[in-house]
């Protein structure tokens, strides 16, 4: 059977999509080239069709102010690394004039920025992002296309929760060029941290609810392969849900708890509706897959670690010094009110912690534990300003406030406030493609 261009597009989206999901979220700065690449060639393929320029020209228009404010932020983040006389810095940066005095008189230019490769790096992501959402409205330009998004997260994620599983239970081999040093009690699949894979596994949780939920309504399927789907799909919410459960993230399962009876009552109490085979499966959810497998996988552990929510990292250091992850989030806040305008430059904040805590041997936080704080540390006042605009000029013009986004909402303000998953490429995109494809169409 011969495809269509756009459905081989499609496939070449999933495959870029792919790479994301294999190498641990996009999350270093060499997947963040790569994937800057692909995905600039992949849209300047795309763009040469009329048809995709014609959707894309139509979006554009409709979020014309919000795409305007993302690319002054995108600006802004250039403005972070570009090199200024050192006696300028005293009016932009006064911490970072003060720090590098005392490293050497002989320095005369030098960035916003703590760390500019990082910061160059992180613009090549933010601009990735903005072309994917080019890419997801030109070639998932019908309601009916989500359907195929939502398959392919749920065969990807009944994937890598399968994978995860089976080395879970043989106590985390490494395998291939999957080599664990962290988390060896836990599941992380292909990635490095248990909350960022359990957070991408709740996103191939709610695509495979909506694509079981909209699988009769689906006319390219057959009767009886619907059937079929029907048990497969149920297949993967029960692995993915396994794989969540046994990565014993607390804000990973708590947003699992949350998701589930969010559908539940949407279902029972909202709809009102006679979809009996979905609550079924809500229920199997509950009463089978967290209760029973749950205790079986060892919930146990989950339930210490909700228990003891003061955890400490641990940290070989030479005076023996502990930080908590609070700790080391009211580090990142004391930073906001030193660098309150123009921040210490995105992706910066391991540098920042590096410095400031020289005496840590061995030891580094790569990010805050609150993306909120961290944001707006990165980026100071005015580019979270710019950023903030851009995002709210987008929600208020999607008008479609469905059940879908509603959630998605609900778990940016969660992430921002409890965990730095939202830094992650992968997560990023995750929401982007949510948000995006549940905005009103522009059919």
Do not use: W
């Not at 963040?32 to 139509?58: E, G, M, P, V």
């Not at 692995?239 to 539940?264: A, D």
């Not at 967290?290 to 205790?295: D, E």
């Not at 992850?325 to 920042?352: C, D, H, M, N, P």
């Amino acid at each position: 059977m011969k495809l269509s261009k756009n459905l081989i597009n499609q496939y070449l989206y999933f495959f870029i999509f792919s790479i994301y999901v294999v190498f641990n979220g996009g999350n270093s700065n060499l997947l963040i080239q790569i994937n800057f690449i692909f995905i600039s060639l992949f849209f300047l393929h795309c763009i040469k069709d009329k048809n995709y320029f014609a959707h894309l020209k139509f979006f554009y228009k409709k979020n014309e102010k919000s795409i305007f404010f993302y690319l002054l932020f995108l600006i802004y983040l250039l403005f972070q690394i570009i090199p200024f006389p050192i006696e300028y810095l005293k009016i932009l940066s006064m911490v970072k004039y003060n720090f590098i005095s005392k490293l050497s008189n002989n320095i005369l230019f030098t960035p916003i920025s703590f760390s500019p490769s990082d910061t160059f790096f992180q613009i090549l992501n933010y601009i990735s992002l903005l072309i994917l959402v080019f890419i997801l409205k030109m070639i998932f330009y019908k309601n009916t296309h989500k359907n195929r998004i939502y398959l392919f997260l749920s065969i990807i994620g009944f994937s890598s929760s399968l994978f995860a599983i089976l080395m879970y239970l043989n106590n985390n081999p490494d395998f291939l060029f999957l080599q664990k040093s962290y988390y060896l009690n836990s599941s992380t699949g292909f990635f490095v941290n248990r909350t960022v894979f359990s957070i991408f596994l709740l996103f191939c949780l709610i695509a495979s609810f909506e694509f079981f939920k909209n699988l009769d309504d689906i006319k390219i399927f057959k009767k009886q392969d619907n059937f079929l789907l029907k048990i497969y799909i149920r297949l993967f919410i029960l692995f993915i849900t396994i794989g969540i459960i046994t990565t014993f993230s607390r804000i990973g399962n708590f947003l699992l708890l949350i998701t589930v009876l969010s559908y539940l009552f949407n279902e029972i109490f909202l709809l009102k509706n006679n979809n009996k085979s979905f609550r079924n499966v809500i229920l199997l959810i509950i009463f089978f897959d967290i209760i029973i497998l749950g205790f079986y996988f060892g919930s146990s552990q989950l339930l210490d670690r909700f228990l003891f929510l003061n955890e400490e990292l641990n940290i070989n250091t030479l005076n023996s010094l502990n930080l908590s992850r609070f700790q080391v989030a009211k580090f990142g806040l004391t930073q906001i009110f030193e660098f309150k305008f123009f921040g210490y430059g995105a992706g910066s904040f391991e540098t920042l912690f590096k410095v400031n805590f020289k005496n840590l041997n061995n030891f580094y936080a790569n990010h805050s534990h609150s993306d909120i704080i961290e944001f707006i540390g990165e980026f100071g006042i005015i580019g979270i300003s710019m950023l903030i605009i851009s995002i709210s000029k987008f929600f208020f013009n999607m008008k479609s406030y469905n059940f879908i986004n509603l959630i998605m909402i609900s778990y940016i303000i969660i992430l921002l406030l409890f965990d730095f998953s939202l830094h992650i490429p992968i997560i990023q995109i995750c929401l982007i493609m949510f948000l995006t494809l549940n905005a009103k169409s522009t059919q």
